[in-house]
Every structure is written in C-alpha cells, then in structure tokens.
C-alpha cells in the first residue's frame, strides 16, 4: 500500500475549523514536585537575604538599614510582577475559554454557547475603541433567532477582521525581515539567533493583536502551544520535500543558495506565526479565510526573485 506523502503547504479545507490541540495536564505528583522545589528556593532565598541583612547590621547600622530598604523595594518589585504575570496567565486562560466555547457551539450548531460566545468576546474587547462598531452591531444581532454556527461566524466578522488582516501583515512582514536578514548575514550563528527572536517576537506581538498581553510565563506556554500545534498540524516539514516545492520550478536557478535560504527561514517564521494565530485568535475561522502559507511563499520568492534578477543597465548614448 502507497501512502501518499504530506504536503509541506496543505492548507485547511474552506471553511475547515482548525482545532488548537489540547493542552496536557500535569500529573499530581508533577505539579507537587515544583510547588515543593519552589518552596525551597524561596526559603533558601529568604535565609540568604536575612543573614545578608544581619551581617550588614552588625557592621554597622547605616549599612543594615540600607539593605533593608533595598530588600523591601527587591520585594514589592517582585509583588508587581508576580500580579502582573497572573493577569496575564488569566488574560490567556480567558481567551482559551472563549476557544472553547466557540468550538463547542459550531460544533453543536449550539445558538446558546454561541450567544454566551459572543458576550464573552464582547466583554474581551471592550476596550478597544477600533471594536466599538463591531461590538455594537453584534449586541443587536444576539435576540435575533440565529443558528449556532452563523452567529459565531457573525461574530467573527463583525470583530475579528480588522485583526485577522493586522495578523496577517505582522506574519508576512517578520517573514520578510527574516528572509532579508538571513539572506545577507554571514555566519549560520546570527541566522539562528535572529529567526529565533523575530519567531519570539510575532508571537508575542500576535497574542497581544488579539487581546492577550502575556508576561513572561503566559509568553512562554503561548510559545509551547503554538510549536505544538505546529507540529500537530504539520508544519514542521522542512525536510528535503520544503527545499523542493520552494526552490523548485526553476526558481533556483535563478536566486543564489543564500536568498534561498533566506526564503526557507522566511517560510519557517510564518508557518510559526500562522500557528500563533491559530492558536492566539478567540474564534475558530468559519466565515473569514484563515492566512495561507502559500501567499506567504509567493510574496518571498517573487521578492527573491527581483533581487536576483540585475537591474538592465541604460545605454548612454555617444
């Protein structure tokens, strides 16, 4: 039996909902392992920092008054970002909610958990003056007798378009950045670290775009979803079959290997940034066309292509 080989670009059916894969739950023993490491360290740090106080007091006052003061500001600093990453853990897990819910209702053709979608996404975005025609007009839509799946759809018109096609800019132009900086820089060292901080840096400006605004740690298993539903839904085929489909079709004999490369890096930045996005956005796509890698990859190599091509040169005429 012949099993066909996946598709490096294959994109969602129209219409299709990509699912964000579920996220795994830590084993008892696992989440008391930390908490209990943690503990430690906190102890450890709290000894520390009190025998540091200490010495400083026994060799003179002025000297222990001064680590104290330090010590409380060292502490209400770490109050303010510890408040700071819960509000962006919660920001998240509101936003993971909402996914689920809409998931729920299309799939159910659900007009209740559609409506309660809907509110959620309403309450989510009540700040930002950019959705204030949207949000009105879907407040009037919600007692109107409307099936599950088109008012969620609804919803996503009404809200999420203008972000969508921010989101899409933001991933063609961090492709963009990285193909060009790839292309010119001189030592693979560079290539890496700058793929890995643009990639670092779509993802947390995308999740912003939609309403996250994580800190440290919401960043942090923001990055872990979207490389797993990358992975998931397979986007990590930069093999032998990416180069071919890529630099194929005559493309290669026409740029050299390093704006080829270039364009690999690009493709690999968006692929992680349309992962963001799937996984970042509030609602699944249902009325609005999801961004597609393969515009993505024309864009790059239309673009590699004009800067290989040498500009003709003008006769002077003599």
Same mark, same amino acid.
């Given at each position: 039996?012949?099993?066909?080989?996946?598709?490096?670009?294959?994109?969602?059916?129209?219409?299709?909902? !990509?699912?964000?894969? #579920?996220?795994? @739950?830590? /084993?008892? &023993?696992?989440?008391?392992? &930390?908490?209990?490491?943690?503990?430690?360290?906190?102890?450890?740090?709290?000894?520390? $920092?009190?025998?540091?106080?200490?010495?400083?007091?026994?060799?003179?006052? &002025?000297?222990? &008054?001064?680590?104290?003061?330090? %010590?409380?500001?060292?502490?209400?600093?770490?109050?303010?970002?510890? $408040? @700071?990453?819960?509000?962006?853990?919660?920001?998240?897990?509101?936003? %993971?909610?909402?996914?689920?819910?809409?998931?729920?209702? =299309?799939?159910?053709?659900?007009?209740?958990?559609?409506?309660? +979608?809907? @509110?959620?996404?309403?309450?989510?975005?009540?700040?930002?003056?950019?959705?204030?025609?949207?949000?009105?007009? *879907?407040?009037?839509?919600?007692?109107?007798?409307?099936?599950?799946?088109?008012?969620?759809?609804?919803?996503? %018109?009404?809200?999420?378009?203008?972000?969508?096609?921010?989101?899409?800019?933001?991933?063609?132009?961090?492709?963009?950045?990285?193909?060009? $900086? +790839?292309?010119?820089? #001189?030592?693979?060292? $560079?290539?890496?670290?700058? !793929?890995?901080?643009?990639?670092?840096?779509?993802?947390?400006? !995308?999740?912003?775009?939609?309403?996250?605004? #994580?800190? +440290?740690?919401?960043?942090?298993?923001?990055?872990? @979803?979207?490389?797993?539903?990358?992975?998931? %839904?397979?986007?990590?085929?930069?093999?032998?079959?990416?180069?071919?489909? =890529?630099?194929?079709?005559?493309?290669?004999?026409?740029?050299?290997?390093?704006?080829?490369?270039?364009?690999?890096?690009?493709?690999? +930045?968006?692929? =992680?940034?349309?992962?963001?996005?799937? !996984?970042?956005?509030?609602?699944?796509?249902?009325?609005?066309?999801? #961004?597609?890698?393969?515009?993505? =990859?024309?864009? *790059? /190599?239309?673009?590699?292509?004009?800067?290989? /091509?040498?500009?003709?040169?003008?006769? /002077?005429?003599?």
């Amino acid at each position: 039996m012949v099993v066909p080989e996946p598709d490096a670009f294959a994109e969602p059916a129209e219409g299709a909902v !990509v699912a964000v894969p #579920p996220r795994r @739950r830590r /084993t008892r &023993w696992t989440r008391l392992f &930390w908490a209990a490491a943690g503990g430690l360290l906190a102890l450890a740090l709290g000894l520390a $920092v009190d025998n540091l106080v200490r010495s400083l007091f026994d060799r003179g006052d &002025w000297l222990g &008054w001064i680590g104290l003061a330090l %010590t409380g500001l060292a502490a209400l600093a770490l109050l303010a970002l510890a $408040v @700071r990453e819960a509000i962006g853990l919660l920001r998240i897990r509101r936003i %993971t909610h909402i996914q689920d819910l809409a998931a729920e209702a =299309v799939a159910d053709d659900d007009r209740r958990k559609a409506r309660e +979608t809907c @509110r959620e996404l309403i309450g989510l975005y009540e700040s930002r003056p950019e959705t204030a025609r949207g949000r009105t007009a *879907l407040e009037g839509h919600l007692g109107e007798i409307i099936d599950g799946r088109d008012l969620v759809g609804l919803a996503e %018109t009404e809200l999420l378009a203008k972000l969508d096609a921010e989101a899409r800019a933001m991933v063609l132009s961090s492709a963009k950045r990285t193909s060009l $900086v +790839t292309a010119i820089s #001189p030592r693979a060292l $560079v290539d890496v670290l700058f !793929v890995l901080t643009e990639i670092m840096r779509l993802i947390r400006r !995308v999740a912003t775009l939609y309403g996250g605004r #994580p800190g +440290t740690l919401g960043f942090l298993r923001l990055a872990r @979803r979207s490389i797993s539903h990358l992975a998931i %839904t397979g986007g990590i085929a930069a093999g032998d079959s990416l180069f071919q489909q =890529v630099l194929g079709h005559g493309i290669a004999a026409r740029i050299s290997t390093r704006l080829g490369e270039g364009v690999i890096n690009g493709i690999l +930045t968006a692929r =992680v940034g349309i992962a963001a996005v799937d !996984v970042c956005r509030p609602l699944p796509f249902i009325a609005a066309r999801p #961004p597609r890698i393969g515009d993505i =990859v024309g864009e *790059l /190599t239309r673009r590699a292509e004009e800067e290989a /091509t040498p500009e003709p040169k003008t006769r /002077t005429p003599g």
